[in-house]
């Protein structure tokens, strides 16, 4: 893949007019490859991983980005991290710098991989992820991932399709001595 460009994020299926219908061609197991690529960070409250403002956070940030004509909608993704079970971070990708939002780059190499259910699941993904990094030749630096469709959107599509995003690195090795 391109440096700094994701699969295709299909927009055309959209009944809800919220979240598209995630179409995963292009998305499960694909190498991405990002050079300080751009990103506007949101961070959301949790308790005990569970968002808790998410809805209003997106929704902010979403009108930032669309006010700064930041995004082509075919090249989007929202990279969802939790550093403790009170917080959530969430990178926006983005063509160009949103005034008044927090913005970061991301530089290095990732791998993807589709799953489908509960957010509940989150843990088992990630195990399955450093597995899959593993049988690669390669170690997991940090998991995200990309919820491709809200709660209500998945309750109307019958499920709920959520892709794995591991930054990798090679398998730090241990000096003898």
């Known amino acids: 893949m391109e440096t700094n460009r994701l699969p295709r994020y299909d927009v055309s299926d959209n009944p809800t007019h919220c979240c598209p219908r995630f179409n995963s061609q292009g998305w499960d197991e694909q190498e991405l490859h990002f050079s300080a690529k751009r990103f506007v960070m949101a961070k959301t409250r949790s308790l005990c991983h569970v968002p808790l403002n998410m809805h209003s956070v997106f929704k902010k940030t979403l009108a930032a980005i669309d006010k700064a004509d930041a995004q082509e909608a075919e090249q989007f993704i929202v ?53 899959l990094v593993r049988s690669r030749g390669k170690q997991v630096l940090k998991n995200y991932f990309f919820y491709t469709t809200c709660p209500t959107c998945a309750k109307y599509y019958g499920k709920n399709p959520v892709v794995a995003v591991a930054e990798v690195g090679p398998v730090a090795t241990s000096q003898g001595g």
């Open 79 to 131: 990279l969802s991290h939790d550093p403790s079970a009170w917080a959530a971070e969430h990178y926006f990708a983005v063509n160009r710098d949103v005034p008044g939002q927090k913005m970061l780059q991301l530089s290095g190499d990732y791998l993807t991989k589709v799953f489908e259910g509960p957010y509940s699941d989150a843990p088992n993904w990630a195990r399955h992820m450093t597995s």
